[in-house]
Protein backbone atom coordinates (compact mmCIF):
# COMPACT_ATOMS: atom_id res chain seq x y z
CA UNK A 1 0.00 0.00 0.00
CA UNK A 2 1.10 3.51 -0.36
CA UNK A 3 2.88 5.84 1.78
CA UNK A 4 0.70 8.68 1.05
CA UNK A 5 -1.18 11.04 3.33
CA UNK A 6 -4.40 9.22 4.97
CA UNK A 7 -7.56 11.08 4.11
CA UNK A 8 -9.41 12.49 7.01
CA UNK A 9 -12.78 12.75 8.46
CA UNK A 10 -13.88 16.20 8.33
CA UNK A 11 -18.01 15.27 7.05
CA UNK A 12 -20.78 15.87 9.67
CA UNK A 13 -24.47 14.56 9.73
CA UNK A 14 -25.09 17.70 7.62
CA UNK A 15 -23.21 17.07 4.88
CA UNK A 16 -23.61 13.39 4.41
CA UNK A 17 -27.64 14.38 4.25
CA UNK A 18 -26.91 16.66 1.63
CA UNK A 19 -24.77 14.45 -0.87
CA UNK A 20 -27.20 12.39 -0.39
CA UNK A 21 -30.05 14.28 -1.02
CA UNK A 22 -27.98 16.59 -3.45
CA UNK A 23 -26.87 13.02 -5.56
CA UNK A 24 -30.76 12.36 -5.56
CA UNK A 25 -32.09 15.63 -6.46
CA UNK A 26 -31.43 15.80 -9.95
CA UNK A 27 -33.51 16.43 -12.83
CA UNK A 28 -36.06 13.16 -12.82
CA UNK A 29 -38.16 15.35 -10.68
CA UNK A 30 -39.37 17.75 -13.29
CA UNK A 31 -40.17 15.25 -16.30
CA UNK A 32 -40.83 11.93 -14.18
CA UNK A 33 -44.35 12.65 -13.42
CA UNK A 34 -45.20 13.55 -17.27
CA UNK A 35 -44.16 10.18 -18.15
CA UNK A 36 -45.59 8.60 -15.38
CA UNK A 37 -48.79 10.35 -16.24
CA UNK A 38 -48.95 7.85 -19.18
CA UNK A 39 -48.94 4.94 -17.02
CA UNK A 40 -51.28 5.83 -13.80
CA UNK A 41 -54.80 6.01 -14.24
CA UNK A 42 -55.64 7.88 -10.97
CA UNK A 43 -54.14 10.66 -8.39
CA UNK A 44 -53.98 7.51 -6.20
CA UNK A 45 -51.89 5.41 -8.22
CA UNK A 46 -49.62 8.52 -8.72
CA UNK A 47 -48.88 8.81 -5.35
CA UNK A 48 -48.48 5.07 -4.89
CA UNK A 49 -46.06 4.71 -7.41
CA UNK A 50 -43.91 7.22 -5.87
CA UNK A 51 -43.84 5.74 -2.11
CA UNK A 52 -43.40 2.59 -3.38
CA UNK A 53 -40.23 3.62 -4.88
CA UNK A 54 -39.35 5.61 -2.22
CA UNK A 55 -39.97 2.32 0.37
CA UNK A 56 -37.75 0.19 -2.43
CA UNK A 57 -34.81 2.42 -2.13
CA UNK A 58 -34.73 2.98 1.51
CA UNK A 59 -34.88 -0.59 1.92
CA UNK A 60 -31.50 -0.76 -0.48
CA UNK A 61 -30.30 2.39 1.84
CA UNK A 62 -31.20 1.06 5.54
CA UNK A 63 -29.19 -2.26 4.10
CA UNK A 64 -25.94 -0.15 3.02
CA UNK A 65 -25.49 1.97 6.02
CA UNK A 66 -25.39 -1.07 8.11
CA UNK A 67 -22.66 -2.95 5.75
CA UNK A 68 -20.76 0.89 5.50
CA UNK A 69 -21.14 1.24 9.02
CA UNK A 70 -18.73 -2.06 9.22
CA UNK A 71 -16.90 -0.77 6.71
CA UNK A 72 -16.43 3.07 7.02
CA UNK A 73 -13.56 3.25 4.74
CA UNK A 74 -13.14 5.46 1.59
CA UNK A 75 -14.95 4.01 -1.02
CA UNK A 76 -16.88 1.70 1.08
CA UNK A 77 -18.83 -0.14 -1.24
CA UNK A 78 -15.42 -1.41 -2.96
CA UNK A 79 -14.73 -3.22 0.25
CA UNK A 80 -18.10 -4.08 1.15
CA UNK A 81 -18.50 -6.62 -2.30
CA UNK A 82 -15.16 -7.48 -1.19
CA UNK A 83 -15.26 -8.60 1.52
CA UNK A 84 -18.58 -10.26 1.17
CA UNK A 85 -17.98 -12.05 -2.41
CA UNK A 86 -14.01 -11.73 -2.75
CA UNK A 87 -11.28 -9.53 -4.44
CA UNK A 88 -12.08 -9.84 -7.58
CA UNK A 89 -15.99 -9.04 -7.32
CA UNK A 90 -15.09 -5.95 -5.82
CA UNK A 91 -12.85 -5.23 -8.36
CA UNK A 92 -14.78 -5.33 -11.17
CA UNK A 93 -17.59 -3.34 -9.41
CA UNK A 94 -14.83 -0.87 -9.15
CA UNK A 95 -14.07 -1.09 -12.49
CA UNK A 96 -17.20 -1.02 -13.84
CA UNK A 97 -17.67 2.97 -12.17
CA UNK A 98 -14.39 3.83 -13.47
CA UNK A 99 -15.12 2.79 -16.81
CA UNK A 100 -18.59 3.08 -17.62
CA UNK A 101 -21.35 4.18 -14.49
CA UNK A 102 -19.26 6.56 -13.20
CA UNK A 103 -18.01 8.71 -16.36
CA UNK A 104 -21.44 8.18 -18.11
CA UNK A 105 -23.08 9.18 -15.55
CA UNK A 106 -20.86 12.20 -14.64
CA UNK A 107 -20.91 13.15 -18.44
CA UNK A 108 -24.36 12.82 -18.62
CA UNK A 109 -25.51 15.16 -16.10
CA UNK A 110 -23.46 17.38 -17.20
CA UNK A 111 -24.62 17.68 -20.86
CA UNK A 112 -28.09 18.44 -19.43
CA UNK A 113 -27.27 20.91 -17.05
CA UNK A 114 -25.68 22.50 -20.18
CA UNK A 115 -28.47 22.40 -22.58
CA UNK A 116 -30.25 23.98 -19.63
CA UNK A 117 -27.91 27.08 -19.21
CA UNK A 118 -28.09 27.65 -22.94
CA UNK A 119 -31.98 27.56 -22.81
CA UNK A 120 -32.00 29.90 -19.69
CA UNK A 121 -29.49 32.23 -21.64
CA UNK A 122 -31.47 32.52 -24.73
CA UNK A 123 -29.52 30.32 -26.99
CA UNK A 124 -26.24 32.49 -27.19
CA UNK A 125 -22.90 31.93 -25.85
CA UNK A 126 -21.03 28.78 -25.69
CA UNK A 127 -22.48 25.09 -26.63
CA UNK A 128 -24.67 22.74 -24.31
CA UNK A 129 -20.93 20.29 -24.30
CA UNK A 130 -18.70 23.44 -23.72
CA UNK A 131 -20.96 24.70 -20.62
CA UNK A 132 -20.83 20.49 -19.16
CA UNK A 133 -16.88 20.38 -19.30
CA UNK A 134 -16.88 23.79 -17.84
CA UNK A 135 -19.24 22.90 -14.69
CA UNK A 136 -17.18 19.36 -14.54
CA UNK A 137 -13.83 21.71 -14.39
CA UNK A 138 -15.03 24.16 -11.71
CA UNK A 139 -16.12 21.21 -9.44
CA UNK A 140 -13.19 19.38 -9.76
CA UNK A 141 -10.56 22.39 -8.95
CA UNK A 142 -13.75 23.04 -6.03
CA UNK A 143 -12.67 19.33 -4.44
CA UNK A 144 -9.00 19.61 -5.38
CA UNK A 145 -9.08 22.57 -2.45
CA UNK A 146 -10.58 19.79 -0.14
CA UNK A 147 -12.92 17.49 0.86
CA UNK A 148 -14.30 20.42 3.56
CA UNK A 149 -14.79 22.91 0.33
CA UNK A 150 -16.71 20.07 -1.20
CA UNK A 151 -18.87 19.06 1.73
CA UNK A 152 -19.73 22.98 1.58
CA UNK A 153 -20.26 23.53 -1.14
CA UNK A 154 -22.70 20.89 -1.48
CA UNK A 155 -24.93 21.77 1.40
CA UNK A 156 -25.15 25.06 -0.29
CA UNK A 157 -25.81 23.82 -3.65
CA UNK A 158 -28.45 21.42 -1.80
CA UNK A 159 -30.29 24.34 0.30
CA UNK A 160 -30.39 26.28 -3.03
CA UNK A 161 -32.36 23.71 -4.83
CA UNK A 162 -34.37 22.88 -2.12
CA UNK A 163 -35.64 26.27 -1.67
CA UNK A 164 -36.22 26.59 -4.98
CA UNK A 165 -38.41 23.58 -5.58
CA UNK A 166 -40.32 24.52 -3.00
CA UNK A 167 -41.02 27.94 -4.16
CA UNK A 168 -42.41 26.13 -7.30
CA UNK A 169 -44.94 24.04 -4.98
CA UNK A 170 -45.67 26.67 -2.93
CA UNK A 171 -46.80 28.42 -6.15
CA UNK A 172 -48.86 25.77 -7.11
CA UNK A 173 -49.91 25.50 -3.93
CA UNK A 174 -51.19 28.65 -2.92
CA UNK A 175 -51.09 31.07 -6.13
CA UNK A 176 -51.89 28.95 -9.08
CA UNK A 177 -55.76 27.99 -9.12
CA UNK A 178 -56.61 24.21 -9.04
CA UNK A 179 -57.78 22.66 -11.52
CA UNK A 180 -61.03 21.26 -11.97
CA UNK A 181 -61.31 17.39 -11.02
CA UNK A 182 -61.31 15.25 -14.34
CA UNK A 183 -63.16 11.86 -14.59
CA UNK A 184 -60.07 9.25 -14.29
CA UNK A 185 -59.23 7.40 -16.87
CA UNK A 186 -60.94 3.60 -17.45
CA UNK A 187 -59.60 1.43 -15.02
CA UNK A 188 -57.63 -1.05 -17.24
CA UNK A 189 -57.50 -4.68 -17.44
CA UNK A 190 -58.27 -6.19 -14.43
CA UNK A 191 -56.45 -9.49 -14.13
CA UNK A 192 -53.25 -10.00 -12.56
CA UNK A 193 -51.15 -9.46 -15.88
CA UNK A 194 -52.71 -6.02 -16.38
CA UNK A 195 -51.94 -5.49 -12.62
CA UNK A 196 -48.52 -6.50 -12.81
CA UNK A 197 -48.21 -4.55 -15.85
CA UNK A 198 -49.11 -1.30 -14.43
CA UNK A 199 -46.93 -1.93 -11.61
CA UNK A 200 -43.92 -2.37 -13.54
CA UNK A 201 -44.17 0.31 -15.95
CA UNK A 202 -45.24 2.79 -12.73
CA UNK A 203 -41.99 1.51 -10.73
CA UNK A 204 -40.26 1.99 -14.20
CA UNK A 205 -41.26 5.32 -14.89
CA UNK A 206 -40.09 6.59 -11.04
CA UNK A 207 -37.38 4.64 -9.89
CA UNK A 208 -34.47 6.36 -11.93
CA UNK A 209 -35.48 9.68 -10.02
CA UNK A 210 -34.29 7.75 -6.59
CA UNK A 211 -31.12 7.17 -8.03
CA UNK A 212 -27.84 8.31 -6.24
CA UNK A 213 -28.78 7.11 -2.93
CA UNK A 214 -25.70 5.06 -2.40
CA UNK A 215 -22.97 7.71 -3.79
CA UNK A 216 -22.53 9.09 -0.15
CA UNK A 217 -20.77 5.80 0.89
CA UNK A 218 -17.84 6.89 -1.55
CA UNK A 219 -16.65 9.49 1.26
CA UNK A 220 -17.19 6.88 3.89
CA UNK A 221 -13.45 7.00 4.98
CA UNK A 222 -14.29 11.11 5.62
CA UNK A 223 -17.46 11.12 7.84
CA UNK A 224 -17.42 12.08 11.07
CA UNK A 225 -18.99 9.13 13.98
CA UNK A 226 -19.82 7.00 10.55
CA UNK A 227 -21.61 4.47 12.76
CA UNK A 228 -24.17 7.24 13.78
CA UNK A 229 -23.51 9.77 10.72
CA UNK A 230 -23.86 7.28 7.90
CA UNK A 231 -27.40 5.64 8.79
CA UNK A 232 -28.91 8.74 10.02
CA UNK A 233 -27.32 10.26 7.05
CA UNK A 234 -29.03 7.87 4.44
CA UNK A 235 -32.31 7.53 6.27
CA UNK A 236 -33.04 11.45 6.45
CA UNK A 237 -31.88 12.09 2.76
CA UNK A 238 -33.95 9.39 1.22
CA UNK A 239 -37.30 10.02 3.47
CA UNK A 240 -36.58 13.51 2.81
CA UNK A 241 -36.79 13.08 -0.85
CA UNK A 242 -39.46 10.41 -0.59
CA UNK A 243 -41.93 13.51 1.77
CA UNK A 244 -40.44 15.67 -0.64
CA UNK A 245 -41.22 14.16 -3.98
CA UNK A 246 -45.24 12.98 -2.44
CA UNK A 247 -45.47 16.97 -1.77
CA UNK A 248 -44.08 18.19 -5.32
CA UNK A 249 -46.48 15.42 -7.02
CA UNK A 250 -49.72 16.81 -5.05
CA UNK A 251 -48.87 20.42 -5.55
CA UNK A 252 -48.51 19.47 -9.64
CA UNK A 253 -51.71 17.70 -9.62
CA UNK A 254 -53.34 19.94 -7.42
CA UNK A 255 -52.96 22.76 -10.70
CA UNK A 256 -52.46 19.96 -13.45
CA UNK A 257 -54.86 17.09 -13.82
CA UNK A 258 -53.42 14.26 -15.43
CA UNK A 259 -54.88 14.50 -18.55
CA UNK A 260 -53.09 18.01 -19.30
CA UNK A 261 -49.83 16.26 -18.06
CA UNK A 262 -50.39 13.30 -20.63
CA UNK A 263 -50.78 16.24 -23.61
CA UNK A 264 -47.49 18.09 -22.46
CA UNK A 265 -45.23 15.88 -20.45
CA UNK A 266 -42.11 17.98 -20.88
CA UNK A 267 -43.41 20.78 -20.06
CA UNK A 268 -45.08 20.63 -16.53
CA UNK A 269 -42.39 22.17 -14.51
CA UNK A 270 -42.59 25.52 -17.11
CA UNK A 271 -46.60 25.45 -17.34
CA UNK A 272 -47.14 25.10 -13.61
CA UNK A 273 -44.30 28.19 -12.89
CA UNK A 274 -46.60 30.23 -15.75
CA UNK A 275 -50.04 29.76 -13.65
CA UNK A 276 -48.26 30.62 -10.43
CA UNK A 277 -45.89 33.13 -11.30
CA UNK A 278 -46.97 34.80 -14.63
CA UNK A 279 -45.12 34.78 -17.86
CA UNK A 280 -41.88 34.95 -16.03
CA UNK A 281 -42.57 31.53 -14.74
CA UNK A 282 -41.10 29.32 -17.71
CA UNK A 283 -37.56 31.45 -17.31
CA UNK A 284 -37.85 31.22 -13.23
CA UNK A 285 -38.33 26.98 -13.33
CA UNK A 286 -35.40 26.69 -16.35
CA UNK A 287 -33.08 28.83 -13.98
CA UNK A 288 -34.21 26.11 -10.95
CA UNK A 289 -33.82 23.04 -12.96
CA UNK A 290 -30.20 24.19 -13.83
CA UNK A 291 -29.42 24.68 -10.17
CA UNK A 292 -30.95 21.64 -9.60
CA UNK A 293 -28.40 19.66 -12.29
CA UNK A 294 -25.90 21.89 -11.22
CA UNK A 295 -25.87 20.72 -7.42
CA UNK A 296 -26.39 16.67 -8.68
CA UNK A 297 -23.17 17.01 -10.89
CA UNK A 298 -21.53 18.53 -7.61
CA UNK A 299 -22.26 15.51 -5.78
CA UNK A 300 -21.12 12.82 -8.16
CA UNK A 301 -17.99 14.59 -8.81
CA UNK A 302 -17.04 14.89 -5.47
CA UNK A 303 -17.59 11.00 -4.63
CA UNK A 304 -17.11 9.19 -7.71
CA UNK A 305 -12.76 9.74 -7.46
CA UNK A 306 -12.94 8.24 -3.45
CA UNK A 307 -13.99 4.61 -4.97
CA UNK A 308 -11.70 5.17 -7.84
CA UNK A 309 -8.68 6.24 -5.27
CA UNK A 310 -9.78 3.33 -2.87
CA UNK A 311 -9.04 0.03 -5.85
CA UNK A 312 -6.18 2.42 -7.20
CA UNK A 313 -4.34 2.13 -3.75
CA UNK A 314 -5.31 -1.64 -3.19
CA UNK A 315 -3.82 -2.56 -6.38
CA UNK A 316 -0.68 -0.21 -6.99
CA UNK A 317 1.83 -2.16 -5.30
CA UNK A 318 1.80 -4.43 -8.88
CA UNK A 319 5.53 -6.01 -9.05
CA UNK A 320 6.99 -4.79 -12.44
CA UNK A 321 6.97 -1.54 -13.30
CA UNK A 322 4.75 -1.95 -16.28
CA UNK A 323 2.42 1.06 -17.68
CA UNK A 324 -0.55 -0.52 -15.74
CA UNK A 325 0.94 -0.56 -12.91
CA UNK A 326 1.86 3.44 -13.38
CA UNK A 327 -1.78 4.14 -13.80
CA UNK A 328 -2.92 2.72 -10.67
CA UNK A 329 -0.14 4.42 -8.96
CA UNK A 330 -1.11 7.54 -10.50
CA UNK A 331 -4.78 7.31 -9.51
CA UNK A 332 -3.83 6.54 -5.48
CA UNK A 333 -2.09 9.83 -5.19
CA UNK A 334 -3.24 12.13 -2.48
CA UNK A 335 -2.31 15.31 -1.75
CA UNK A 336 -0.06 16.11 1.18
CA UNK A 337 -1.28 19.45 1.85
CA UNK A 338 -5.22 18.71 1.33
CA UNK A 339 -5.50 15.23 1.91
CA UNK A 340 -7.74 14.59 -1.13
CA UNK A 341 -7.25 11.50 -3.82
CA UNK A 342 -6.08 14.24 -6.25
CA UNK A 343 -5.12 11.34 -8.99
CA UNK A 344 -8.34 10.11 -8.86
CA UNK A 345 -10.63 13.48 -8.78
CA UNK A 346 -8.34 14.51 -12.37
CA UNK A 347 -9.13 11.17 -13.63
CA UNK A 348 -12.64 11.55 -13.54
CA UNK A 349 -12.80 14.92 -14.79
CA UNK A 350 -10.39 13.93 -17.78
CA UNK A 351 -12.20 10.86 -18.58
CA UNK A 352 -15.96 12.34 -17.83
CA UNK A 353 -14.92 15.09 -20.42
CA UNK A 354 -14.07 12.97 -22.81
CA UNK A 355 -17.39 10.93 -22.68
CA UNK A 356 -19.39 13.82 -22.41
CA UNK A 357 -17.75 15.05 -25.52
CA UNK A 358 -17.35 11.92 -27.79
CA UNK A 359 -21.05 10.86 -26.85
CA UNK A 360 -22.61 14.26 -26.94
CA UNK A 361 -25.94 13.53 -25.94
CA UNK A 362 -27.99 12.14 -22.31
CA UNK A 363 -29.42 9.02 -23.71
CA UNK A 364 -26.41 7.53 -25.03
CA UNK A 365 -24.29 8.18 -22.40
CA UNK A 366 -27.59 6.21 -20.11
CA UNK A 367 -28.32 3.32 -22.37
CA UNK A 368 -25.61 1.24 -21.69
CA UNK A 369 -25.04 1.49 -18.38
CA UNK A 370 -27.76 0.87 -16.56
CA UNK A 371 -27.96 -2.84 -16.19
CA UNK A 372 -24.03 -3.15 -15.28
CA UNK A 373 -24.88 -0.57 -12.96
CA UNK A 374 -27.95 -2.48 -10.81
CA UNK A 375 -26.64 -5.36 -11.14
CA UNK A 376 -23.94 -4.38 -9.07
CA UNK A 377 -26.11 -2.36 -6.34
CA UNK A 378 -27.68 -6.05 -5.92
CA UNK A 379 -24.84 -7.42 -5.39
CA UNK A 380 -23.95 -4.60 -2.93
CA UNK A 381 -27.02 -4.77 -1.17
CA UNK A 382 -27.20 -9.17 -0.82
CA UNK A 383 -23.49 -8.47 0.98
CA UNK A 384 -24.98 -7.88 3.96
CA UNK A 385 -25.89 -11.68 4.08
CA UNK A 386 -22.40 -13.04 4.17
CA UNK A 387 -21.24 -10.04 6.33
CA UNK A 388 -23.55 -10.67 8.89
CA UNK A 389 -22.23 -14.01 9.91
CA UNK A 390 -18.66 -13.09 8.98
CA UNK A 391 -18.08 -10.22 11.32
CA UNK A 392 -19.45 -10.07 15.12
CA UNK A 393 -20.86 -6.07 15.78
CA UNK A 394 -19.59 -4.22 18.46
CA UNK A 395 -22.50 -3.06 21.31
CA UNK A 396 -24.31 0.10 19.80
CA UNK A 397 -23.87 -1.11 15.81
CA UNK A 398 -26.72 0.06 13.84
CA UNK A 399 -28.29 -2.81 12.76
CA UNK A 400 -30.74 -2.82 9.52
CA UNK A 401 -34.24 -2.92 10.77
CA UNK A 402 -36.64 -5.67 9.49
CA UNK A 403 -33.46 -8.20 8.34
CA UNK A 404 -33.97 -9.89 6.11
CA UNK A 405 -37.04 -8.84 4.72
CA UNK A 406 -35.90 -5.29 4.26
CA UNK A 407 -32.19 -6.42 2.10
CA UNK A 408 -34.60 -8.97 -0.20
CA UNK A 409 -37.77 -6.38 -1.22
CA UNK A 410 -34.54 -4.42 -2.56
CA UNK A 411 -33.08 -7.12 -4.33
CA UNK A 412 -36.14 -9.21 -5.47
CA UNK A 413 -37.71 -5.40 -7.06
CA UNK A 414 -34.63 -4.53 -8.96
CA UNK A 415 -33.99 -8.10 -10.27
CA UNK A 416 -37.29 -7.68 -12.14
CA UNK A 417 -36.35 -4.59 -12.94
CA UNK A 418 -33.43 -5.65 -15.07
CA UNK A 419 -35.32 -8.21 -16.56
CA UNK A 420 -37.20 -6.01 -18.28
CA UNK A 421 -34.45 -4.19 -18.77
CA UNK A 422 -32.61 -7.24 -20.83
CA UNK A 423 -35.85 -8.04 -22.98
CA UNK A 424 -36.31 -4.57 -24.00
CA UNK A 425 -33.22 -3.39 -24.85
CA UNK A 426 -30.86 -6.36 -25.42
CA UNK A 427 -28.04 -4.29 -27.70
CA UNK A 428 -27.50 -1.60 -24.84
CA UNK A 429 -27.14 -4.30 -22.33
CA UNK A 430 -24.77 -6.00 -23.62
CA UNK A 431 -22.40 -3.03 -25.19
CA UNK A 432 -22.57 -2.40 -21.17
CA UNK A 433 -22.21 -5.55 -20.58
CA UNK A 434 -18.82 -5.91 -22.35
CA UNK A 435 -17.43 -2.80 -21.25
CA UNK A 436 -17.42 -4.19 -17.61
CA UNK A 437 -16.01 -6.92 -18.79
CA UNK A 438 -13.12 -5.65 -19.73
CA UNK A 439 -11.96 -5.57 -15.80
CA UNK A 440 -11.35 -9.25 -15.65
CA UNK A 441 -7.94 -9.47 -17.70
CA UNK A 442 -6.86 -6.89 -16.04
CA UNK A 443 -7.62 -8.10 -12.61
CA UNK A 444 -5.86 -11.53 -13.40
CA UNK A 445 -2.84 -9.95 -14.92
CA UNK A 446 -3.00 -7.59 -11.59
CA UNK A 447 -2.65 -10.85 -9.35
CA UNK A 448 -0.17 -12.64 -11.08
CA UNK A 449 1.68 -9.51 -11.63
CA UNK A 450 1.78 -9.49 -7.66
CA UNK A 451 -1.30 -6.94 -7.16
CA UNK A 452 -2.56 -7.44 -3.60
CA UNK A 453 -5.86 -8.98 -3.71
CA UNK A 454 -6.34 -9.74 0.15
Excluded at 34 to 47: D, F, H, I, K
Excluded at 122 to 140: K, N
Excluded at 230 to 249: C, M, S
Excluded at 334 to 341: D, I, M
Amino acid sequence: MSSAPALRRQLGLSAVVAIVVGDMLGSGIFFTPGELAAVAQTPAQVYFFWALCGVITLCGALTLAETATLLPQPGATYHIIREGYGPFWGFLKVWMEMWVSGPGSVAGVAIVFGEFLVQLLGGTGPSAAVWGVAAISGFTLINLRGVAWGGRTQVTLTAAKILGLLCLVGGALFLADAAPRASSVGAGSGDWVGLFRLVGLGVAAVLFTYDGWLDVTHVAGEVNEPRRNLPRGLALGVGGITLLYLLVNYAFLRVLPLDAMRAEPTTIGATIATLSFGTTGGRLVTGLMTVSIFGALGGLVMTLPRIIYTVAAQYEAAARPTLLGTFFRGLAIVSPTTAVPSGAILFTAILSSVALLFFGSFDRLVTFLLVPLQLANILLVSAIFPLRHRRTPSAGTYRTPGYPVVPLVFMGVMAMFLVSAVIYNSQDTLIGLALTATGVPVYFWLTRQGGRAS
